[in-house]
């Protein structure tokens, strides 16, 4: 059973920081993609940044600069370093894992959810 389980979530005020993680288990094949998105109340879900599993990250312009992603290939584990946070950056973040199965098939899986609020 495959699982995605983020942690590190919370309250802080603004300027502060955050440090998320999350653990994949339960996938046999390697992960091609982790990455965090983040959904306000009202708001469509977004994405935050991605890495891959060679190391190249995107991030959205709303964080760049502040957020940094990074992952443990050999824990099938990935980092969200939230620094100067702000008010909008308040939502609850989901990781997410993307990888290729057997006969190219996708996966696509997304953990619980943390939330993350911060205070002016």
């Known amino acids: 059973q495959v699982q995605l389980v983020e942690s590190g979530g919370g309250l802080v005020q603004a300027g502060g920081s955050l440090r998320l993680s999350c653990a994949a288990s339960?996938?046999?094949?390697?992960?091609?993609?982790m990455g965090w998105y983040r959904q306000a109340p009202g708001k469509q879900r977004e994405l935050v940044a991605t890495i891959s599993r060679g190391g190249s990250t995107t991030y959205a312009d709303s964080v760049k600069g502040r957020f940094t992603i990074s992952r443990d290939n050999a824990k099938n584990t990935v980092y969200l370093q939230m620094n100067s946070l702000k008010p909008e950056d308040t939502a609850v973040y989901f990781c997410?894992?993307?990888?290729?199965?057997?006969?190219?098939?996708?996966?696509?899986?997304w953990g619980q959810g943390t939330q993350v609020t911060v205070s002016s």
């Open positions: 339960g996938i046999s094949f390697s992960i091609n993609v």
């Open positions: 997410n894992a993307f990888y290729y199965g057997p006969g190219m098939r996708e996966y696509t899986y």
